[in-house]
């Protein structure tokens, strides 16, 4: 499966943005999808995932209340919506998507298989 980030950009403090990751191919239900994100001189982090069918969502604590995953299948999209953005969120977003079996969130970077190319958010104080 290929993906394909996008919906970044600049925005102040407090806005919201919306990100999407268009994917490829088929059987996108199947897929536990994930965001992550990396910002200048840090590792690369979780911040949310989306299991396979039935949809369970978990979140980084530093995003919790703010931001919303979800997917729509017969888009063959994933979307990221994040609201009361805060400086500490700017960095380079990356969607990726993992065919597993068990239906649950996949928290690591390691679990992944597909990643898209990333879309930088950034966020002025």
């Known amino acids: 499966v290929q993906l394909q980030a996008s919906g970044g950009g600049l925005v102040q403090a407090g806005d919201s943005l919306r990100l999407s990751c268009g994917a490829s191919?088929?059987?996108?239900?199947?897929?536990?999808m994930g965001w992550f994100r990396q910002a200048p001189g840090k590792e690369r982090e979780f911040v949310a995932g989306i299991s396979r069918t039935i949809s369970i969502t978990d979140y980084a604590d530093s995003v919790k209340g703010r931001f919303t995953i979800s997917r729509d299948i017969a888009k063959n999209t994933m979307y990221l919506q994040m609201n009361s953005l805060k400086p500490e969120d700017t960095a380079v977003y990356y969607c990726?998507?993992?065919?597993?079996?068990?239906?649950?969130?996949?928290?690591?970077?390691?679990?992944?298989?597909?990643w898209g190319q990333g879309t930088l958010v950034t966020v002025s104080s």
């Open positions: 191919g088929r059987g996108f239900g199947w897929y536990a």
């Open positions: 990726a998507a993992a065919y597993v079996r068990q239906t649950g969130v996949l928290l690591k970077d390691r679990e992944y298989d597909y």
